[in-house]
Nanobody, 117 residues
Framework: QVQLVESGGGLVQSGGSLRLSCTAS????????MGWYRQAPGKERELVAL???????NYADSVKGRFIISRDNAKNTVYLQMNSLKPEDAAVYFC???????????WGQGTQVTVSS
């Protein structure tokens, strides 16, 4: 059974930091490209960051220089370090896994990030 379990969300003040984690099970983690997406109320889900199975990272322009995506294949876990958070970063953050870059096959249940101004 495939599972992606996110953790690390919460309430943080503007300018603060959070680290999200996503632990995977039920598939060969090291063979999948991993991603973080987010969805704010009334908005479409958008890509935040991707890390390929060879650990090449890509970011949305809105988070470049502030967020860092990384993976630990030994722990079947992908991370999103979020620094200098802004109120507009508030959303539900979802972890994804896919065999094709940018085409998720699996999704986590999401974790809420709230940024107070």
């Amino acid at each position: 059974q495939v599972q992606l379990v996110e953790s690390g969300g919460g309430l943080v003040q503007s300018g603060g930091s959070l680290r999200l984690s996503c632990t995977a099970s039920g598939f060969s983690f090291s063979l999948y490209h991993m991603g973080w997406y987010r969805q704010a109320p009334g908005k479409e889900r958008e890509l935040v960051a991707l890390i390929t199975r060879s650990s090449s990272a890509n970011y949305a322009d809105s988070v470049k220089g502030r967020f860092i995506i990384s993976r630990d294949n030994a722990k079947n876990t992908v991370y999103l370090q979020m620094n200098s958070l802004k109120p507009e970063d508030a959303a539900v953050y979802f972890c994804s896994a896919g065999v094709r870059v940018g085409k998720p096959d699996f999704w986590g249940q999401g974790t809420q990030v709230t940024v107070s101004s």
